[in-house]
């Protein structure tokens, strides 16, 4: 199996000053990148990433979630990283250069920048349907529509099967991203677009501004969403320059090296109200025990049930209470009382609060040093979004639940509006 992470030649920038790591769209490879090579000179190395799925790796499973890409990619990409570095993404690339930057950065590899192109910031969430559920020709037109695709390998319906697979997988990857947990970046971010890109809006674009602590800046070129194809000449002039300007500015110093998280200190008002309690949740290794004690004795009722393979868990769930004040008692059994996560341990396994904006929470208690699990924030037992404060600090986040597993459950649409009502002209 091929498992090289740079598509072209290999490691040939021995005399380069500066990496430029590029990231394609959904259903891209490294060929947007090859005429990149020329276009900058022996100082600048341009390094394609070819992820599973396409060209050289076209028999590897394309991956379908950026939890799962993550890991290995970033420790392909390692080798590379041996030397000044930016990073550039269009489109879905833009997401997965953003998260290594943001796991290179924990590990001592601090980007000099990150050039990204085509995409909305990380944390706004799409306005759009989803494509990657369609049926074929249903995705077929979508894919179309948004050009950068061969016409013969929509059209062709033999050509077609050989590449949806993977093209159905990064639509999914892009399409059911959530940001991972993780600090923010300090580095400096460029965002790029065609002035008639239907895909992004300018302030869309103008949001990535605050996933950093650096710099920002950004450029809207002639075109649509593939104006970098259409029409590269400026672009490569903008990155160009900008490479040889970060040539001579010393590198930015990784965040665990300061002693804290490169974030928004902590006087930054906080964006988010705790609703009140959510849930409480009991372990226990027979769930029958649990449930003669709490519905039989005390007279709750069961209202729905839950099971996850990856969260190691049978849950009944239960509800004190009604309307506004009601709460959750989740009555937790493992599936497989040798695997982890134990969630007998504690008994008291967790307690739930209802947050009136999750992602706005995930981001500030992050930048605050606040340690969350792995996972990031994702669908909880009742269907709504979640995210789980660790109960350990760490050496990268020095807070934590002290003891407590916390987790932050977002809030129905009428209780989150009701605390906004609720915060106008309050002080933070």
């Known amino acids: 199996m091929n498992?090289?992470?740079?598509?072209?030649?290999?490691?040939?920038?021995?005399?380069?000053?500066?990496?430029?790591?590029?990231?394609?769209?959904?259903?891209?490879?490294?060929?947007?990148?090859?005429?990149?090579?020329?276009?900058?000179?022996?100082?600048?190395?341009?390094?394609?990433?070819?992820?599973?799925?396409?060209?050289?790796?076209m028999r590897e499973r394309a991956y379908r979630r950026m939890e799962d890409l993550i890991d290995p990619l970033v420790d392909g990409l390692m080798p590379y990283l041996?030397?000044?570095?930016?990073?550039?993404?269009?489109?879905?690339?833009?997401?997965?250069?953003?998260?290594?930057?943001?796991?290179?950065?924990g590990l001592g590899r601090v980007p000099r920048s990150l050039l990204v192109s085509g995409r909305r910031a990380p944390h706004l969430r799409s306005p759009r349907p989803p494509v990657h559920c369609l049926d074929d020709a249903a995705f077929a037109d979508a894919i179309a529509e948004l050009g950068g695709t061969p016409e013969e390998v929509l059209r062709d319906r033999g050509i077609f099967q050989t590449f949806a697979p993977s093209l159905r997988a990064d639509?999914?990857?892009?399409?059911?991203?959530?940001?991972?947990?993780?600090?923010?970046?300090?580095?400096?971010?460029?965002?790029?677009?065609?002035?008639?890109?239907?895909?992004?809006?300018?302030?869309?674009?103008?949001?990535?501004?605050?996933?950093?602590?650096?710099?920002?800046?950004?450029?809207?070129?002639?075109?649509?969403?593939?104006?970098?194809?259409?029409?590269?000449?400026?672009?490569?002039?903008?990155?160009?320059?900008?490479?040889?300007?970060?040539?001579?500015?010393?590198?930015?110093?990784?965040?665990?090296?300061?002693?804290?998280?490169?974030?928004?200190?902590?006087?930054?008002?906080?964006?988010?109200?705790?609703?009140?309690?959510?849930?409480?949740?009991?372990?226990?290794?027979?769930?029958?025990?649990?449930?003669?004690?709490?519905?039989?004795?005390?007279g709750l009722s069961v209202a729905e049930r839950f099971r996850s393979d990856a969260e190691n868990v049978d849950e009944d769930i239960l509800v004190a209470g009604s309307g506004a004040g009601a709460i959750e008692i989740d009555l937790m059994q493992p599936l497989d009382p040798a695997r982890k996560p134990d969630v007998t341990r504690p008994a008291l396994n967790h307690i739930g609060l209802a947050v009136s904006d999750l992602d706005a929470a995930v981001a500030w208690l992050a930048a605050q040093g606040v340690r969350f699990a792995d996972g990031g924030i994702?669908?909880?037992?009742?269907?709504?979004?979640?995210?789980?404060?660790?109960?350990?600090?760490?050496?990268?986040?020095?807070?934590?639940?002290?003891?407590?597993?916390?987790?932050?459950?977002?809030?129905?649409?009428?209780a989150r509006q009701d605390a906004r009502d609720a915060r106008v002209g309050q002080p933070a």
């Open 3 to 57: 498992t090289s992470w740079i598509g072209g030649r290999p490691l040939d920038s021995d005399t380069a000053k500066t990496r430029l790591i590029c990231f394609s769209h959904a259903g891209g490879g490294t060929a947007l990148y090859a005429p990149w090579r020329s276009a900058f000179g022996p100082e600048i190395a341009v390094c394609p990433v070819l992820l599973p799925g396409r060209e050289a790796r």
């Open 82 to 105: 041996d030397r000044p570095f930016s990073l550039f993404g269009h489109s879905m690339g833009s997401i997965v250069a953003f998260e290594v930057a943001r796991r290179v950065a």
């Open 171 to 298: 639509f999914e990857l892009n399409e059911r991203y959530l940001p991972l947990i993780g600090p923010p970046l300090a580095c400096e971010i460029v965002a790029f677009s065609g002035d008639r890109d239907p895909q992004v809006t300018e302030s869309e674009l103008l949001a990535w501004r605050e996933v950093t602590s650096g710099r920002f800046s950004h450029h809207l070129l002639d075109g649509n969403h593939f104006y970098l194809q259409a029409s590269p000449a400026p672009l490569l002039a903008r990155i160009g320059a900008h490479l040889r300007g970060m040539a001579a500015a010393p590198t930015a110093r990784p965040a665990r090296d300061t002693g804290r998280l490169a974030a928004a200190p902590r006087e930054t008002p906080r964006p988010f109200t705790v609703l009140g309690v959510h849930h409480v949740a009991i372990g226990g290794p027979d769930k029958a025990r649990l449930t003669n004690l709490w519905v039989n004795l005390l």
């Open 378 to 414: 994702r669908r909880g037992a009742s269907g709504a979004r979640v995210a789980f404060i660790h109960p350990a600090a760490s050496a990268q986040f020095p807070l934590g639940g002290e003891g407590v597993l916390i987790e932050l459950v977002e809030a129905v649409p009428a």
